[in-house]
Every structure is written in C-alpha cells, then in structure tokens.
C-alpha cells in the first residue's frame, strides 16, 4: 500500500533536452548550408561548421557522420520539397489530371524556378566533392539520373505532337542548375526574366516537327 506522505517521484521527461539537441542541429545545419555554397566543398570543414555553428566538432561528426551527410542535410533543408526526390516531387504535381497544356506549362515551370532557386548554389559544391569524394560521385550522378527522369515526364507533359531527336535533351539543359546559375546570379537577371525565357524555351524545344 502506498505512503501517501510518501515524496512523489516525477517521471523523468526529456523533452527539453530532445529541444536543445534539435536546436543545436539546426544550428550546424543552418551553418553549413551558408558556408558550403560560398567556401565550396573543400574548404567546409567539419571544423568551420561546427564554428559557425557554435559547437564542437565532434559534435557534428557524431550527429552527422561526414562531410557529404552535412551537405545533404544542408541541402534538404533549404529545398522547396524538404529533399523529396525530384521524380517524385514532379509527379506530385499530377499534370496528367490537367487538360490544359498551357496550365501544365505554367505549372512546370513554376516547379523548376521554385526546385533552383534553393537548390542550384549547392550543385557546384557537390561537383566539387564528386572529384574527392566517391560517395558524393554516386549522390551526384543519382541527382542527374533523377533530372533525366523528371525532364522526360516533363517533356511528356507539354509536347503536343512528334518530337525532334534532341528535345528531351535541350529540356534537360533548359533546367539544369549551371543553366540558372548563369542567367540569374552571373548575368543578374531576375527569377521572372529566367521564368519567362524557361517557358518560351521549354515551348520551343517541344514544338512538333514537321514531317
């Protein structure tokens, strides 16, 4: 039988201590997300992020393991989609279930300006670390793989007819990221002025050939 006098014993809840871990890694993740695209692959150490980011070192190492899971979780957090992959985060757009091909246009290249905007500052870091690193090799050749595939629905989306040979093609370098890279921080146009152009360009590669 219970003492009633007796001091209650209070379960133990580690909800404040699960909060200031998950601060903390956002910190190092909100850290590395703006050094990587400024400093590049080899100068963002696993020492300089756990700087900015206020910690130690071996911190980072135990939460994150190595540079190229820091980069994807730097990545994943300022993507549109939180790192859903690019076939899937195009279908979800469910294209087929819009009969105008205009409204379909639109909404591609919505998809695109707003999955580059976030995404193309960290695509040369990951080249950068595909040269050193054989594990950011196979991540990256994955992400081509993967925008291969997405240019391919996409394509299938907006063609109204016979295709030239090289469509999918000139598509897929339409909305690769070294593309945007050039047109908007380099040549200093504006999202809309690259939105604009990407539509009329995606328009033309996919107009039918004549017979």
């Known amino acids: 039988m219970e003492d009633p006098d007796a001091p209650t014993r209070r ?5 404040g201590r699960r ?9 190092v993740v909100d850290a590395a997300a703006e050094l990587f695209p400024v400093q590049g692959w080899r100068a963002t150490t696993i020492a300089t992020v756990a700087a900015q980011a206020g910690v130690s070192p071996e911190l980072v190492s135990k939460t994150f393991g190595g540079k190229q899971e820091l980069l994807m979780a730097a ?12 076939p899937q985060a195009f279908a979800a757009l469910h294209l087929e ?10 909404r591609v290249v919505a998809f695109v300006v707003a999955s580059l ?13 595909a040269d050193q ?30 295709l030239h040979p090289d469509a999918v ?14 047109l908007v921080p380099h040549r200093g ?13 995606i328009d033309d590669a996919v107009r039918p050939v004549r017979a």
């Open 117 to 129: 905007e976030p995404m193309a500052p960290f695509v040369p870091v990951m080249i950068q670390g």
């Open 97 to 106: 279930d819009e009969p105008d091909r205009e409204v379909r246009l639109d």
């Open 169 to 182: 093609d000139v598509v897929y370098v339409l909305t690769r990221a070294e593309t945007y890279l050039t």
């Open 19 to 27: 909060a200031a871990a998950e601060t903390r890694r956002q910190r």
């Open 11 to 15: 379960s133990y809840d580690a909800s």
């Open 133 to 162: 690193d054989p594990r950011m090799r196979v991540i990256l050749d994955a992400a081509r793989d993967g925008h291969l595939v997405a240019t391919q629905d996409l394509v299938r989306h907006v063609a109204t007819g016979p």
């Open 75 to 86: 990545m994943r957090s300022r993507s549109f989609n939180r790192g859903l992959p690019l």
């Open 189 to 201: 146009w504006t999202s809309e002025r690259y939105a604009t152009w990407l539509r009329r360009a």
